[in-house]
Structures are given as structure tokens and as C-alpha cells.
């Protein structure tokens, strides 16, 4: 990302804080965001999603599960989730087949597992993009990129949640 | 009643006459693993586009091995979902073409509800109600199966599905796809005792594997030279070990809490060897009678759809030519 983008860095000593960092993202997202999840097996990308989904009030009753076999799971909140993985398509030609636009373009909030393998067409003047890296067992070093007018307040949240 | 079933919903393109929902008259299965294997996984646009390639010699190879021709067909049952919808598109308009060009009555079935009757393929078959383990690539979950079309939930996996779990853990090894099946022939020569990985067992129903994928990988990174083609074995022994004790332990757990003297374990991941010989050896033990379908059966084919599209043609049901594709459709919701 250029100029407009603004990065806050991270650690997180374990699952429940990637859970708890994902929920306090997730609460101050709106219709129409797109955060795009970049890591490797085991990162952390399914925990952060499920934390995301309950930051938007997505009910506890519904367990955020992978959707690497289904691709899509949909979830109703204050906020529709739509939960894309993207681990088994090739690339963004295959996207094209789910009707990703409809996703990225529409009313709800739309997380991406694997979003490395379709960076190009991410909507990046919009997109938030997650790195997760695997540092050691249980430590993960998280990225977090946006637009600069909207990162404001998430680090502010973040600061507020002990994170930063 | 002979029974036309077509089944696309994943990366096999199926079709099957099953004769009174028992007797498989033909089974044809034309799988897409070769080409999926060169992906590392199911590739969408791919499946879709093979699914149309294959769908019409699939069928008239089941036709030509039941010895049939569609005029002696009584009935057609399709698969309507979860699945891949592309995918599912294309059985179910090959299914509609047919019912309306040949004026057959039409059935939309549910593919996990496939997997459980499945097991009225089997040679022995448990009466309703079971408890039920549909565990595959995309599932984990226990039923209690009171009836054809009515199921409860009692668990499911809160993250990965077990076959998710078993094809992560490949590639991370570079095992090569699909992982289930490769892990669990390797696994034969190796040790489940060699490596301990977590089992997951709070006191819910629910599963959950993203621990024990986690747990491989933080044994692959912790270790100081690369692994060896001889400690595969070992490895994979063991990791299959840890998910195969909490998927019986849970099992049986469900079915004590229900008191169902009964389990049938179905699904893509029902065929791992392992499995099978644990379940089979707990269930004498606690006298708990289990029934597992012939591998054939348990990964996807349509002979367990035309199972249950005999059950609701008998039934009077009749779905019209609007029939659509469902990506979601809970088992425990048929009823509603």
C-alpha cells in the first residue's frame, strides 16, 4: 500500500489474544469493509475471524468454523460476516466463479482467508490487510493496514484494549 | 421402485439406480482427484467445468450398467446441497432436463443425509433411531437420527473438519492430495505412540481441530534439521491417532448421553482404516453396536442419494422444476 496507508504492529502472546484483537477490530467495522487475512497454516486467521465475528455481534450461537470446504459462510449480525477462504482456488480467476464482487461491493463485512492469493483484486483503497506470522508456539506477530482516515480509531481501540 | 440419483455436489461426478433403496443396480463414481491432486485441493471452476464434461457419460454409464434406459426409470433424486454451487448447478439441471423431458417425478435430497443412508447399503443395517458421525472434508458433526428427515444436533466442529485437518497436516508435510488417504496408508507403518498431540475433549459434544493442526506445525518449526522421509511414518501415526480418539471418544459419549445403544459412522473420512478398526473395537467394549458402510460408500456417490430420494418419492414428495441449489441447509432443519 502507498501514501493513505498507516500500519499498526503487534504481538500476540496467544489464541484467546488473536480472538480478543480480531473482537475489538471487528467492533469498529462497517457495511461495506473488506479485511483481507494473510498468514500461514496456523497463524491464527480462523481464531481472529471468529473474534471479528463477535466484535460485530454476530451471536454466539453460530460457531465460526473454517470455510476452506464451503468457501463462503455467511453470518447475521448487526452486520451481515461473509467469511470467504480462499486457500483452494488457484487464484482470482476462480473468484470470479463465486461472484466475489457482489461480496466486496455490498452491504456487509467481508473477511478473507488467504488473501495473498488474490491480492490483485482486492479492493485496496478500502481493504484493511492483516499479516499474521508465526513466531513460536503460541506468539504470532500481527500487521494491521488501512486507510488512514478509518486506522485512527482502531488504534485508538487497539491502545485501549492493552495491544498497543 | 428404481430410483435415478446424480450427485455433483464436491469433486466426484455420480450416478447410481438403486432398486427399492437397497439393492445398488449401479454406482458409477468418475472422481476429479487427478486433477485436483496437481492444485493441492478442490479447485471450483475446475470441479464445475469437469462436472459438465462428465455428467451425461456418468449417467448413461449407470443406465448401461443397470441395464436400464431412462423410460424404465422410476424417479429421480439429485443432490441439492451443501456443496460447491456451481458445482451442485450442474446435476441439478441435468436432473431437471431429465424429469421434464421424461415426465419423472423429481427429488431434491440433502447431501449429509446421503452419507447417513448410506448405511442402509451396508449388510447390516440399524433400525432409527442411531446416533450418527458424518465426518468428511467439510464435516464433523453427531447426530441423533430419529428417522429419515429428522435429525438433532448434538455436536459439530467449532473450527476445522476432521478430513480439513487430515489434508492440512498433508500438505504442511508434503504428503500430497488428497492427505486422508495418504496419511492413512503411511500411518500403517508408523507408531501412534511415537508423538503425543492434543485431544481436545471439553465437555461438550463439540470438536474441535485446529489444535492438533497447530500442534503439527509447531513440532515441524520447533525441530533444528529438516524431517526425514523414515520419521513420516511416526508423524503422521500419531497425528491421525490423536483426531481418530476424539472423534470415537465423542461418539460414544453422544451415545451414552442419549442412551442409543447404536452408532453409524459415514462420511469422506469414514473409509480412513484407523477409524474404522477403533470404532469397531470400542463399540464390543462398550457394548455399543456400530455400523460403518464399505469404503466405497462412504465417500461421496450417489447411490446413498437415490437412498433417500426412494424414501421421499414413497413418500409422496414431489419437487418442481424452480429447484435450486443450496450451498447451506442444515440436517436438522429438514423438518421446518
Known amino acids: 500500500m502507498g501514501e493513505g496507508a498507516f500500519t499498526l504492529e503487534m504481538v500476540s502472546k496467544r489464541a484467546e489474544d488473536t480472538f480478543r484483537l480480531g473482537k475489538t477490530l471487528g467492533r469498529c467495522l462497517s457495511p461495506g469493509d473488506v479485511v483481507a487475512l494473510m498468514g500461514d497454516l496456523g497463524s491464527g486467521k480462523t481464531c481472529m475471524t471468529q473474534g471479528i465475528a463477535r466484535g460485530m455481534g454476530v451471536s454466539a450461537s453460530y460457531h465460526v468454523t473454517s470455510p476452506t470446504f464451503t468457501l463462503i459462510n455467511e453470518y447475521p449480525g448487526d452486520i451481515t460476516l461473509y467469511h470467504l477462504d480462499v486457500y483452494r482456488l488457484s487464484g482470482p480467476v476462480d473468484l470470479e466463479d463465486l461472484g466475489y464482487e457482489e461480496y466486496f461491493y455490498g452491504d456487509g463485512v467481508v473477511v478473507i482467508e488467504w488473501a495473498e492469493k488474490i491480492e490483485s483484486v482486492l479492493p485496496i483503497e478500502k481493504c484493511f490487510i492483516v499479516h499474521l506470522r508465526y513466531v513460536d508456539e503460541n506468539t504470532r506477530e500481527i500487521k494491521i493496514s488501512g486507510p488512514v482516515d478509518r486506522m485512527a480509531k ?10 498497543i | ?24 443396480l449401479s454406482s458409477v463414481v468418475s472422481s476429479q482427484v487427478d486433477i485436483h491432486s496437481k492444485y493441492g485441493g478442490v479447485v471450483p471452476e475446475i470441479a464445475s467445468r469437469k462436472h459438465v464434461e462428465s455428467i451425461i457419460p456418468v449417467i448413461l ?32 439441471s441435468v436432473a431437471k432436463s431429465i424429469a421434464f423431458a421424461k415426465k419423472k417425478p423429481l427429488v431434491g435430497v440433502n447431501h449429509l443425509e446421503g452419507h447417513v443412508a448410506a448405511i442402509f447399503l451396508s449388510d447390516r443395517t440399524p433400525v432409527f433411531p442411531f446416533v450418527a458421525l458424518v465426518v468428511s472434508g467439510g464435516h464433523t458433526i453427531v447426530y441423533l437420527a430419529r428417522d429419515f428427515q429428522d435429525f438433532v444436533l448434538l455436536g459439530q466442529t467449532r473450527d476445522d473438519a476432521a478430513g480439513e485437518a487430515f489434508d492440512k497436516a498433508a500438505k504442511l508435510l508434503n504428503l500430497g492430495y488428497p492427505g486422508g488417504v495418504v496419511i492413512d496408508r503411511l500411518a500403517k ?33 520447533k525441530r533444528e534439521k529438516p524431517i526425514e522421509e523414515g520419521e513420516i511414518p511416526d508423524i503422521v501415526a500419531s497425528y491421525q491417532e490423536a483426531i481418530v480418539d476424539v472423534l470415537v471418544e465423542k461418539t460414544m459419549r453422544a451415545a451414552a448421553l442419549n442412551d442409543m445403544p447404536r452408532v453409524a459412522v459415514v462420511g469422506g473420512v469414514a473409509a ?35 437412498v433417500v430420494g426412494e424414501h421421499l418419492l414413497a413418500r409422496g414428495r414431489r419437487d418442481g422444476h424452480d429447484l435450486n441449489a443450496v450451498s447451506r441447509w442444515p440436517l436438522e432443519t429438514l423438518l421446518k
Do not use: H, W
Open chain 1, 154 to 163: 482502531i488504534s485508538q481501540a487497539l491502545s485501549q484494549g492493552g495491544f
Open chain 2, 1 to 24: 421402485m428404481k430410483v435415478l440419483a446424480i450427485e455433483t455436489s464436491c469433486d466426484e461426478t455420480a450416478a447410481a439406480v438403486v432398486r427399492d433403496g437397497r439393492e445398488v
Open chain 2, 61 to 92: 454409464q449407470a443406465l448401461d450398467n443397470a441395464r436400464l434406459d431412462l423410460d424404465s426409470i422410476d424417479g429421480i433424486a439429485v443432490t441439492r446441497g451443501p456443496g460447491l454451487i456451481g458445482s451442485l448447478l450442474v446435476g441439478l
Open chain 2, 189 to 221: 507403518s508408523g507408531n501412534p505412540e511415537a508423538l503425543t498431540f492434543p485431544r481436545p475433549m471439553r465437555d461438550s459434544l463439540d470438536f474441535s481441530f485446529s489444535g492438533v493442526k497447530t500442534a503439527l506445525l509447531n513440532y515441524t518449526r
Open chain 2, 272 to 306: 480412513n482404516s484407523r477409524l474404522r478398526s477403533r470404532f469397531m473395537e470400542e463399540g464390543q467394549k462398550r457394548a455399543i453396536e456400530v455400523f460403518i458402510p464399505p469404503p466405497v460408500l462412504c465417500t461421496d456417490n450417489a447411490a446413498m442419494i437415490a
